[in-house]
Structures are given as structure tokens and as C-alpha cells.
């Protein structure tokens, strides 16, 4: 089914509204892959990821009779995917809830030492292994601010954290990747 066309995707949101399995496996199929990325950024390896992905799929079905052609559908099915991943991870208590604005502050400036060009040369697996690498709470906090856009304070009022904790917690996300990335490069300098 031809999902750019707008008349397909309203007999598909229709379809899966009334419960046919037929239209939810179209659906299914049609953004697996994406949301599926979405979900590796949440989770510690594949399983949880695909697990992730199953669970926000049944809230997308759930929900799709509340869909409002306002936006596009791989929009809606993605903002259920975030908030389910944010649910599974606020579920998990994983955060930390100490607010040290003064890491913070201390390291944004070599932080920002990183060289588009040097991230630009490391493959996306590696870069996602390195994502995968970092704590529940740095990743999570990375993946909303820096991949999803949100705010700090959007990022503390979805997972019940005060924004310093949000600060502090990307702050060391980022130092921990620039360890990654330093690490990666000195290994592939060996090889």
C-alpha cells in the first residue's frame, strides 16, 4: 500500500480503527524500521528496543481513532513511541536526583570541543553502540533534548526530575560520549 498517498492513509487509519489486523500489519511493517531506531536510543540492546516497539505499537492502536489528520502519521506514531520509551524508562526509576549546575557549566565549553567533522567520520552503528553505552539516565536525557528537541524543563516535567538534574544529567551524557569517541579513535588508530 502507498502510504504517500493521502486517501491510503485514511482508509489504513480506518481500517485499523476497527480492529483489522490486515491494516495494523500494514501499518506495523510500514514504520517498523524507524520507530524501531527511535526505540534503540531508549534501550540498553535490541531485545528491549524491539519490546519497546510492540508496546508502543499497541498504544498506537489503541489510539488511532484519536487521530487527527492535523499532522503527519509517522509524526503521531512517533510522539507515542517517545512517550512510551519515556514511560518505560521513568518506570525504571533510573534517574538521579542530585542538581549539580556546577558540572553543568564547568564542562560545556570542552564539551563543545568536538569537531563536526571528526563526529561526521564515525559510522551511525557506532555511534548508536555508543549511545547504548551510556547510563538509562544520560541516554534518555540526551536522546530528548538533543534528538526529540525538547527543553529542560519539558525533559524534567516528562520524567519527574527537577531541570538540574535534566543540565547535569546531559552534561555527562556528552562527557561520557566524548570519552567513547576518544576511546574509539585510539583503537582505530592501533588497528
Excluded at 96 to 124: G, P
Aim: charged share 30%; glycine share 4%; net charge positive.
Amino acid at each position: 500500500m502507498n502510504l504517500s498517498n493521502k486517501d491510503n492513509i485514511e482508509k489504513l487509519i480506518k481500517a485499523c480503527a476497527k480492529g483489522d489486523r490486515k491494516g495494523q500489519k500494514i501499518l506495523y511493517e510500514a514504520y517498523y524500521s524507524k520507530m524501531l531506531s527511535v526505540c534503540v536510543r531508549y534501550s540498553s540492546d535490541i531485545n528491549e528496543a524491539q519490546d519497546l516497539l510492540h508496546d508502543g505499537f499497541i498504544k498506537v492502536f489503541e489510539s488511532i481513532k484519536g487521530f487527527k489528520s492535523k499532522g503527519s502519521l509517522e509524526g503521531w506514531i512517533r510522539r507515542i513511541i517517545v512517550n512510551n520509551a519515556i514511560d518505560y524508562v521513568r518506570s525504571r526509576k533510573i534517574f538521579y536526583v542530585e542538581n549539580n549546575d556546577y558540572i553543568f557549566n564547568a564542562t560545556e565549553d570542552k564539551i563543545n570541543e568536538l569537531h563536526d567533522k571528526e563526529i561526521s567520520d564515525i559510522k551511525a552503528q557506532i555511534l548508536i553502540d555508543m549511545l547504548q553505552k551510556l547510563s538509562p539516565a544520560y541516554r534518555t536525557v540526551f536522546n530528548l533534548y538533543i534528538i526529540e528537541d525538547y527543553s529542560h524543563k519539558e525533559i524534567a516535567e516528562a520524567l519527574n526530575i527537577n531541570i538540574g538534574t535534566s543540565k547535569s544529567n546531559l552534561a555527562k551524557a556528552k562527557m561520557k560520549l566524548r570519552e567513547f569517541y576518544f576511546e574509539y579513535i585510539k583503537n582505530k588508530d592501533i588497528e
